[in-house]
């Protein structure tokens, strides 16, 4: 494709990479909460939620930066062999659009981690990747990751430009009254 080799490669997922990915990101929220002197009050229900799970989370199972430089590890061993993982986005079809603010965080959280468990692990690991669109399946808007080592934002962005020339995107999706060319 494009002049490359694309091989076949699983990435070296493990158990404990759910648990940190959640401990951040409840743990990450809490923290904001807290640094920039929100009011609580105000927050939507769900948001509250994820807050005090977070510091919930914090006194039980701290965000401890080894979860993540074992992933990054992991996920080192796979780029010494391959220069870029190109996978999907989605793991499932998206969540139909509801007023997910009026649903509890439960159903928010198990929504968010079906359909896109990929993208927080790749967040965990803090290495540089972009979402690209491809078009669409049934309807719905399909694109792929692209994933590199840390500091490979070069290879991201390459390689995301070539997908883009191969395979162009509208700018918006048809059916807004926008026009798409």
């Known amino acids: 494709m494009a002049g490359h080799a694309v091989n076949h490669a699983e990435p070296p997922h493990h158990p404990a990479v759910l648990p940190a990915v959640l401990a951040r990101w409840t743990q990450g929220a809490a923290q904001d909460v807290e640094l920039l002197g929100i009011d ?4 939507q229900p769900r948001t509250a939620r994820h807050v005090a799970l977070g510091r919930a989370m914090a006194r039980r199972l701290p965000v401890r930066d080894e979860q993540a430089r074992d992933w ?7 780029f010494a062999r391959y220069d870029v993982l190109v996978l999907p986005t989605l793991a499932h079809d998206p969540p139909g659009a509801h007023a997910w603010h009026t649903r509890s965080w439960l159903a928010n959280a ?22 690209v669109p491809l078009g ?37 999706a048809p059916g807004w009254g926008v026009p798409t060319s």
Do not use: K
């Open 72 to 78: 990054q590890q992991r996920l080192d061993g796979l």
């Open 136 to 172: 669409t399946h049934r309807g719905r808007p399909l694109s792929v990751q692209v994933v590199a080592a840390q500091g490979r934002e070069d290879l991201v962005l390459a390689v995301a430009a070539q997908l883009e020339r191969q395979r162009p995107w509208t700018r918006h």
């Open 110 to 131: 198990a929504a968010n981690l079906w359909a896109y468990p990929l993208t927080s692990a790749f967040n965990l690991a803090d290495v540089p990747v972009a979402a």
């Open 40 to 43: 609580e009050a105000r927050l």
